[in-house]
Nanobody, 125 residues
Framework: QVLLVESGGGLVQVGGSLRLSCAASGRAFSNYVMGWFRQAPGKEREFVAALRRSGGLTNYADSVKGRFTISRESSTVYLQMNSLKPEDTAVYYC????????????????????WGQGTQVTVSS
């Protein structure tokens, strides 16, 4: 069983920064593929960023590339969000794919086995 708990969301002005955290528990966590997704009101959940320790791989949605950075330290995964825009407003979810040995396809949501409860990010203009 893997438990994911997000934190760090909040209200920020346009151009500001936030760092989201996802604390994870579970065996072999360090090998999991970890992803961040978000869901804005009235929209489908979408991929934001992902990281795989094996191969040192990262992947970002075009909409956040250059502004967001995913990283991992010990049992926590972070999403550093800079230059925030109103369109970044959403509930952000952390997810874990425990089958890290298969091919790298971080944007496929069905690949992820565990999800956190989400944390709200609101960017005001």
């Amino acid at each position: 069983q893997v438990l994911l708990v997000e934190s760090g969301g909040g209200l920020v002005q346009v151009g500001g920064s936030l760092r989201l955290s996802c604390a994870a528990s579970g065996r072999a966590f360090s090998n999991y593929v970890m992803g961040w997704f978000r869901q804005a009101p009235g929209k489908e959940r979408e991929f934001v960023a992902a990281l795989r320790r094996s191969g040192g791989l990262t992947n970002y949605a075009d909409s956040v590339k250059g502004r967001f950075t995913i990283s991992r330290e010990s049992s926590t995964v972070y999403l550093q969000m800079n230059s925030l825009k109103p369109e970044d407003t959403a509930v952000y979810y952390c997810a874990a794919d425990v089958d890290w040995e298969r091919d790298w396809a971080p944007r496929i949501q069905s690949r992820y086995d565990y999800w956190g409860q989400g944390t709200q990010v609101t960017v005001s203009s």
